[in-house]
């Protein structure tokens, strides 16, 4: 099994930032996806920024040049700068890993970030 835990969301003002880190354990070996997401109320989930195991990423064009994801030299870990932050960024960001041999995909418990003066 794999296990997600997503930490660092809170309230900040518009214009702040935060650092949202996602620590997987378990059998996470030949994982080749991970991913940010976020659910505001009333909308549906939507893809935020994705990294692969070869280090490819990816954004939606909503944070492009505001937020960055990278990954921890293990690995195992991957964060979420989130920079330049606006209300409409306020929702709950969930962490996802893709993996093969077995394929599996896994969601964290999800972290609540939310942007208001």
């Known amino acids: 099994q794999v296990q997600l835990a997503e930490s660092g969301g809170g309230l900040v003002q518009p214009g702040g930032s935060l650092r949202l880190s996602c620590a997987a354990s378990?059998?996470?070996?030949?994982?080749?996806?991970m991913g940010w997401y976020r659910q505001a109320p009333g909308k549906q989930r939507e893809l935020v920024a994705s990294?692969?195991?070869?280090?490819?990423?990816n954004y939606a064009d909503s944070v492009k040049g505001r937020f960055t994801v990278s990954r921890a030299s293990v690995q195992s870990t991957v964060y979420l700068q989130m920079n330049s932050l606006k209300p409409e960024d306020t929702a709950v960001y969930y962490c996802?890993?893709?993996?093969?041999?077995?394929?599996?995909?896994?969601w964290g418990q999800g972290t609540q970030v939310t942007v208001s003066s």
């Open positions: 996802n890993l893709k993996k093969h041999f077995p394929f599996g995909d896994y």
């Open positions: 378990g059998s996470i070996f030949n994982w080749y996806y």
């Open positions: 990294v692969t195991s070869s280090g490819t990423t």
